[in-house]
């Protein structure tokens, strides 16, 4: 049974630091693109970035690339997300997906097919 379970959200100040954690199972990751999404109040679920099985960064948005990082722990089948001077635009939930081992599009986000239950992260003055 696939399972990506998020945690590491939380209530940050600007400029803060979070990492963000995806404990995945069910399936191998690295075999797999998988990827951050965000939902920030009010609005819908968008991509923040994304790793390729072949270890390349997708970023969906250009605010973030020099901010947030993504890694994966294949012994411990997780992916991280880290994220560094944070500002009131990354409030939201964060989501981490995967992308079908099948699929040659990457980091597409139209091809992502399961989704954790996703973390709250605040970033407040």
């Known amino acids: 049974q696939v399972q990506l379970v998020e945690s590491g959200g939380g209530l940050v100040e600007v400029g803060g630091s979070l990492r963000l954690s995806c404990a995945t199972s069910?399936?191998?990751?690295?075999?797999?693109?998988i990827g951050w999404l965000r939902q920030a109040p009010g609005k819908e679920r968008e991509g923040v970035l994304c790793?390729?099985?072949?270890?390349?960064?997708?970023y969906y948005a250009d605010s973030v690339k020099d901010r947030f990082t993504i890694s994966r722990d294949f012994v411990k089948s997780t992916v991280y997300l880290q994220m560094n001077d944070l500002n009131h635009e990354a409030t939201g939930v964060y989501y981490c997906?995967?992308?079908?081992?099948?699929?040659?599009?990457?980091?597409?986000?139209?091809?992502?097919?399961?989704w954790g239950q996703g973390t709250q992260v605040t970033v407040s003055s």
């Open positions: 997906a995967k992308v079908p081992w099948y699929s040659d599009r990457g980091c597409d986000d139209r091809e992502y097919h399961y």
């Open positions: 069910g399936f191998s990751l690295e075999y797999h693109a």
């Open positions: 790793m390729t099985r072949g270890d390349d960064t997708t």
